[in-house]
């Protein structure tokens, strides 16, 4: 059975699995969702959000899992964890703030400035949608925008706690990079994935398979765009979707 990944193809955390299994080389069927639409998909199979990977014996419903099932099947030069514990240590410290910081914070930046816009947010993730699915878009999103601003505290007070967020942490791994190539040893891992596919949101990197690039925002949301990409974390990500991204 070829494995079949749950997305809604525009979702950060759903990038950072599928450039998980892109770089591993594994062979997978994507089945990507509207938000809102998506549920009906999960539950059958056991989950309720997205990613999920379904395989022939497990169903994994976290992207962290995904990542873990992807590095078991790469190839040794393709691993995304160390095999040194202390490095190892520190992929797994720069994913938690990622996945549980970050990702959260660009998510509700990325609705706050987007989602009252219905046809402003469809022109920066068309490129992952169905026809079907760009025509049904607006509507989809006018039933459901109550339940996102709800659901992710979508608003003012929301925003700048999101943007105090995104620079803090952008700052900090900046930091940790310093003048080296990768967030963590001498290579590509899990760390820099994850980092790069969270911080997606706020950096439109034109190798994105699912985004517009930064082009398609305006205003404010521009102004926090072109911020984060002159950040040294920022250009550490956009360097990673260049030379790596682009690469699977």
Partial sequence: MTPRLLTIPFSHYCEKARWALDWAGVDYVEDGYLPGLHFSATKRVGGSSVPVLVTSDRVLSDSAQIVAYADDAAPRARKLYPDDP???????????????KMGVATRVLAYHYMLGTPSRLLDAVRPGLTPWQARSFGVVMRLIRPLIRKRYRVGEAGA????????????????????????????????????????????????????????????????????????????????VYRDARARV
Wanted: hydrophobic residues 45%; charged residues 30%.
């Fill in 86 to 100: 202390e490095e190892r240590r520190q992929v797994a410290e720069i994913e938690a703030i990622s996945n549980d």
């Fill in 160 to 239: 700048t706690w999101a943007l105090e967020t995104v620079r803090r942490t952008f700052h900090d791994l900046g930091e940790r990079l310093g003048p080296r190539e990768w967030l963590v040893g001498d290579h590509l891992t899990a760390a820099d994935i994850t980092f790069a596919s969270l911080a997606s949101l706020v950096l439109a990197p034109a190798e994105h398979p699912k985004l517009t690039t930064v082009e398609a925002a305006d205003g404010a949301w521009r102004a926090i765009l072109d911020e984060m990409r002159a950040t040294p974390a920022g250009k550490h990500a956009l360097r």
